[in-house]
Nanobody, 123 residues
Framework: QVQLVESGGGLVQAGGSLRLSCAASGRFLGSYYMGWFRQAPGKEREFVAGMPWSGGSAYYTDSVKGRFTISRDNAKNMVDLQMNSLQPEDTAVYYC????????????????WGQGTQVTVSS
């Protein structure tokens, strides 16, 4: 069992920055692939960024490349998403998720989810 709790959302003007954090607890975290997803009103949940908990290459969806950075702090059991140059189209509820054994862009393949945190970017 893994528990994920997001924090750090809020309201920001276009061009601004936010840092989301995901606190993880549970066993065998090193076996998980950690992803950040987002869901805007009326849209499907989409993959934003991900990386293996044990380290390795990060992957980003095209729309956030060069603006978002995913990182993890093993000592604190945290996975962060630094978001820069935010745009109104980034407005969504952002979720942290964990998938056992292997990466995926598909939400249905993830085993554990946080409760989500709202990010609103005003123009």
């Amino acid at each position: 069992q893994v528990q994920l709790v997001e924090s750090g959302g809020g309201l920001v003007q276009a061009g601004g920055s936010l840092r989301l954090s995901c606190a993880a607890s549970g066993r065998f975290l090193g076996s998980y692939y950690m992803g950040w997803f987002r869901q805007a009103p009326g849209k499907e949940r989409e993959f934003v960024a991900g990386m293996p908990w044990s380290g390795g290459s990060a992957y980003y969806t095209d729309s956030v490349k060069g603006r978002f950075t995913i990182s993890r702090d093993n000592a604190k059991n945290m996975v962060d998403l630094q978001m820069n140059s935010l745009q109104p189209e980034d407005t969504a509820v952002y979720y942290c998720a964990g998938k056992l054994w292997g990466d995926s862009l598909r939400p249905l393949e993830y085993d554990y989810w946080g409760q989500g945190t709202q990010v609103t970017v005003s123009s």
